[in-house]
């Protein structure tokens, strides 16, 4: 089987970013988001994306970027003085050194799961933002919650290929793990981040992925940027033009055809 999912990650996470993700949608591959409901523009991202025709709208976690669903005070080991996640590095070293408590991720996983059906989504697909999900301590809750929660979808990170880069190889031996802890939870066999390839990728190259055998899932952060965003201290700024022209690109519209799917189906 050869079958590609065309995913653009972030919705929500600023107005312009949004209006990029519905841009790739309705004139180029896109058919796939998932939605950040940490961040001020979530809300009114959900709306517009539930009343996109074809356009299927998951969950993505959140314990590294916005702010908490859950009031402080039950998560003190999530966030930091300003009542915000830490960010990924200081994450990870938290984590590592026994200093996050994964009771407090499910409770902020639960809530983050009920403010999206709030908003009127009902997400079947997950992944997460900057990949926590596949942190093996993380990757267990998840799964756990996942399964009572009858997700269709969980991401996995493994390149079709050797790795090009050290973060996608990390991500692949992570996905080894969480592959173990999620089973009964579907997922993609091979994934590639546009955004993260070393360098920007052409439209021959990208059109190239649909040869590719499996389940395969091409994800990129396509936006228009904008003050909030930059607010953010996102490290994409730049790329996001770059990630909207390509799942724009005819020629990636037409190498990759009807082999397009939904996560969920």
Same mark, same amino acid.
Request: hydrophobic share 40%.
């Given at each position: 089987?050869?079958?590609?999912?065309?995913?653009?990650?972030?919705?929500?996470?600023?107005?312009?970013?949004?209006?990029?993700?519905?841009?790739?949608?309705?004139?180029?591959?896109?058919?796939?988001?998932?939605?950040?409901?940490?961040?001020?523009?979530?809300?009114?991202?959900? !709306?517009?994306?539930? !009343?996109?025709?074809?356009?299927?709208?998951?969950?993505?976690?959140?314990?590294?970027?916005?702010?908490?669903?859950?009031?402080?005070?039950?998560?003190?080991?999530?966030? @930091?003085? *300003?009542?915000?996640?830490?960010?990924?590095?200081?994450?990870?070293?938290?984590?590592?050194?026994?200093?996050? !408590?994964?009771?407090?991720?499910?409770?902020?996983?639960?809530?983050?799961?009920?403010?999206?059906?709030?908003?009127?989504? *009902?997400?079947?697909?997950?992944?997460?933002?900057? &990949?926590?999900?596949?942190?093996?301590?993380?990757?267990?809750?998840?799964?756990?919650?996942?399964?009572?929660?009858?997700?269709?979808?969980?991401?996995?990170?493994?390149?079709?290929?050797?790795?090009?880069?050290?973060?996608?190889?990390?991500?692949?031996?992570?996905?080894?793990?969480?592959?173990?802890?999620?089973? @009964?939870?579907?997922? !993609?066999?091979?994934?590639?981040?546009?955004?993260?390839?070393?360098?920007?990728?052409?439209?021959?190259?990208?059109?190239?992925?649909?040869?590719?055998?499996?389940?395969?899932?091409?994800?990129?952060?396509?936006? &228009?940027?904008?003050?909030?965003?930059?607010?953010?201290?996102?490290?994409?700024?730049?790329?996001?033009?770059?990630?909207?022209?390509?799942?724009? *690109?005819?020629?990636?519209?037409?190498?990759?055809?009807?082999?397009?799917?939904?996560?969920?189906?």
């Amino acid at each position: 089987m050869n079958a590609i999912i065309v995913g653009a990650d972030d919705l929500g996470l600023s107005p312009g970013v949004t209006r990029g993700i519905l841009d790739a949608h309705r004139d180029g591959v896109v058919r796939s988001t998932s939605l950040l409901v940490t961040f001020p523009g979530g809300q009114e991202a959900a !709306n517009l994306a539930r !009343n996109e025709p074809g356009l299927e709208v998951g969950l993505h976690l959140d314990l590294v970027g916005g702010t908490p669903v859950t009031d402080r005070r039950r998560i003190p080991t999530l966030v @930091g003085p *300003d009542g915000r996640f830490h960010r990924l590095p200081q994450f990870t070293t938290r984590l590592l050194t026994g200093r996050i !408590n994964l009771t407090e991720v499910a409770i902020e996983v639960r809530a983050q799961v009920g403010r999206a059906r709030e908003w009127g989504i *009902d997400p079947r697909a997950w992944d997460s933002h900057r &990949h926590t999900h596949l942190m093996p301590p993380l990757s267990r809750v998840v799964a756990d919650i996942a399964r009572e929660e009858d997700v269709r979808y969980l991401r996995r990170a493994r390149p079709p290929r050797f790795a090009a880069t050290a973060k996608a190889g990390l991500l692949g031996a992570a996905s080894i793990v969480s592959d173990l802890l999620a089973r @009964g939870v579907p997922g !993609n066999d091979w994934f590639v981040d546009l955004t993260a390839l070393p360098k920007r990728p052409d439209p021959a190259s990208v059109a190239l992925f649909a040869a590719y055998r499996g389940l395969g899932e091409i994800v990129a952060h396509p936006g &228009h940027p904008d003050d909030a965003l930059r607010a953010t201290g996102d490290s994409l700024v730049l790329r996001r033009f770059d990630d909207l022209a390509i799942l724009t *690109d005819p020629l990636v519209k037409s190498a990759f055809g009807d082999t397009i799917r939904w996560r969920v189906e």
